[in-house]
């Protein structure tokens, strides 16, 4: 995987040579990019028109964070529509405060499942990733966090009393993630 690909907001000239460079590794390995867009609403957008210029090939793109990110359904539509994953990757942060931008309000799981939910119905259930970001000691279950197995052992359980198939909890959790991280063929 190429990526974790960090970006601010605004994007910084390094970070916009950075994403044209991963969009040439791509052409040149077939590898996915991941990536870690600025805390804004249009920093995902702003980031696909970049690796689009260079050439990425965007479907074999992950867009992450989309939960801290992300809150209209509109701007998720244009995502949809770029070909890239559409990753919610904080599952089990149920705070509303988010240190990082004081502006906004952490959705919830439930809030999360809605986004998928109504992505996924506008044709687009091939297209979303979950995970739950455990990048520090605390969420650990050892530490009192929720540990590894929590979308396993709360998520899919909620997921299906809210009316997901077996067929669409599958996709998210199996089919999309291994299609999303296949190396394709690179270009000769």
């Known amino acids: ?3 974790e690909i960090g970006c601010s907001w605004p994007l910084a000239d390094n970070e916009r040579k950075v994403l044209r460079a991963s969009a040439r590794a791509q052409r040149m390995t077939g590898a996915p990019i991941l990536i870690h867009p600025g805390r804004d609403e249009t920093s995902p957008l702003q980031i696909i028109e970049v690796l689009a210029e260079a050439g990425a090939d965007l479907s074999r793109t ?3 964070h989309l939960d801290r990110t992300v809150f209209l359904r509109d701007t998720l539509t244009k995502i949809a529509e770029a070909g890239c994953y559409m990753e919610w990757d904080l ?3 149920e705070n509303s405060y988010y240190t990082l931008n004081p502006k906004i ?6 809030k999360r ?6 992505i996924s119905s506008q044709g687009y259930g091939r297209k979303v990733l979950v995970a739950h970001d455990i990048c520090a000691k605390h969420r650990l279950e050892k530490y009192g966090g929720h540990g590894y197995y929590y979308i396993l052992s709360h998520i899919v359980p909620r997921m299906r009393a809210r009316g997901f198939t077996g067929e669409a909890i599958d996709d998210i959790l199996v089919n999309n993630p291994r299609d999303s991280l296949t190396f394709v063929e690179p270009e000769a």
């Open 1 to 3: 995987v190429i990526g």
């Open 62 to 64: 992950i867009m992450g």
């Open 91 to 93: 599952f089990g942060t």
């Open 105 to 110: 309000d952490m959705p919830s799981d439930a």
């Open 113 to 118: 499942m809605d986004d998928i939910a109504w």
